[in-house]
């Protein structure tokens, strides 16, 4: 097939390394906030709530208050590891029973569970599952917190109340769910002209549109005043209850006050000279670790060859095909492909912070809690609806999650990684710690390596990988080789940080034209 892009362009981003503290993200907006709180004297916990809220508002289909995560932070001073899980959770009100199955058999290879009647575990209220994210920052920042708690949400709320700019990547990505949006009128009032059309700059238009978020700006602030208790037990949960039950969800205010983040012991292991730490449970954690088991050590440095990558894929396959005989399957709807928000931190310290966010799909459930101005997850969807299965749809149960936040303790210090992208994530965030600790890349040299998906059944390899390592994998695997463009993102979109010798640096997935590595010097 002849494409119609360039075949010559060539994109980087280089890496600076710096003495003081970075943050990578996808979005350049929320990486300044983190790296303003660094410059301000922040630890690298307080740049990543700030990071976290901001990233809710720049990018609201991605993650937010309405969405849950987790996070791996690694403690300098006391060489400590901790790990804390704020996923979602299905409502303790939840009937199974209300999510039919349709008979139309399953919806693709990507979500190979059984369709359900008016895709109810999709869109809507009744796909809105327990939000966990406002809890896992204030826990974060009740343990390890150093400025106050308001200042931290200060950068979201400013950047609420300018609105949304709509440039060109916003308008592909409003334009790319548009009929989706359109399912729920406040949301469609919100995002869309005339409740149809995304918001376009013209061709050769000056300005660009905004998209007010007033609502999200005034719902902050009141989190900022009010904490934590004021969106799990006062007036901010109890708006969004009312919102999500009015649109047929069964959320509660009960299921609020009970929900709590999580501390754990992060899933461990050391390979290289690296110590890996990771969310346990049901996360990627454990595929990350299984991926490694069945990967050898290369017998020499440098970029992957050709018996490389066929080690590669299938340690990638064996993983996956583990995660979804043990945990169940965890694939994303082609009606609703998965959104998440990854970003790293680094302190002048050497505090390091890796943290994944989600509402799961692009725009979650397509619903708006109207009263908040906050778009809510859709939870649900990563159930498995069919009874009798790994992960089948029950009330009071946590969501499996596909997120892979890592740290990477090493001599010289590590490196925070992790990515967004639904069941790619897994692969991506595990080749990036392979070149960096099997492999010897520098972060830089990493990120800018290509990279396959064996998330499928296909293999999707990146076509500047060379031809007789391509041919090796074609003849073993069916392969699909597909260019490294801005969209669709054919891999996973990676963030990370790097620590060595006390210098740090960050880098962000090369394509992608909002990610940036922030350093507090540049705030």
Known sequence: MIPNFSTSQVTRKPVVETEGGVVAT???????????????GGSAIDAAIATAFAMGVVEPWMSGPGGGGGMIYHDAASGETHALNFGMRSPAALDPADYPLSGTGTASDLFPWPNVVDDRNLRGGT????????????????????????????????????????????????????????????????????????????????????????????????????????????????????????????????????????????????????????????????????????????????????????????????????????????????????????????????NMVAWTQTLLSIFGACTLSQSTGMMMNNGIMWFDPEPGKPNSLAAGKPCLMNICPAVAVTPEGGYAIGASGGRKIVGAVAQLAHLMTDRGLTLEEAFHHPRIDYSTSTIVADDTIPEEALSALEAAHKLDRRPRHVYPLNWACTSGVMRRGGVNAGCTEITTPWGDAFREDMA
């Open 127 to 350: 796909a809105v599952a327990v939000p966990g994210m406002v809890a896992g920052a204030a826990a974060a920042h009740e343990r390890f917190g150093k400025m106050p708690w308001k200042d931290l949400l200060a950068p979201a709320e400013q950047l609420a109340r300018e609105g949304l700019l709509v440039d060109w990547y916003a308008s592909l990505l409003i334009a790319s769910s548009a009929k989706n949006i359109g399912t729920d009128p406040d949301l469609a009032a919100m995002f869309l002209n005339e409740g149809c059309y995304a918001p376009v700059a013209g061709w050769t238009a000056t300005g660009m549109p905004r998209i007010a978020m007033d609502g999200m700006a005034e719902t902050l602030a009141t989190i900022a005043d009010g904490g934590r208790a004021v969106f799990y037990e006062g007036e901010i949960g109890a708006r969004i209850v009312a919102d999500v039950q009015a649109k047929g969800g069964s959320l509660s205010r009960e299921d609020l006050a009970a929900y709590a983040a999580e501390w754990h012991a992060p899933y461990a292991f050391d390979r290289g000279g690296a110590r890996f730490n990771l969310l346990p449970g049901l996360t990627a954690g454990p595929t990350f670790g299984g991926i490694f088991d069945r990967l050898p050590e290369p017998a020499a440095k440098g970029a992957t060859d050709t018996a490389g990558w066929e080690a590669l894929a299938e340690a990638l396959k064996r993983a996956y095909d583990h995660r979804i005989a043990t945990m169940g399957h965890d694939g994303e709807s082609p009606k609703q492909p998965a959104c998440t928000t990854h970003f790293s931190v680094v302190d002048r310290q050497g």
């Open 26 to 40: 996808q979005h350049s907006k929320g990486a300044r906030a983190g790296a303003e709180i660094l410059k301000a």
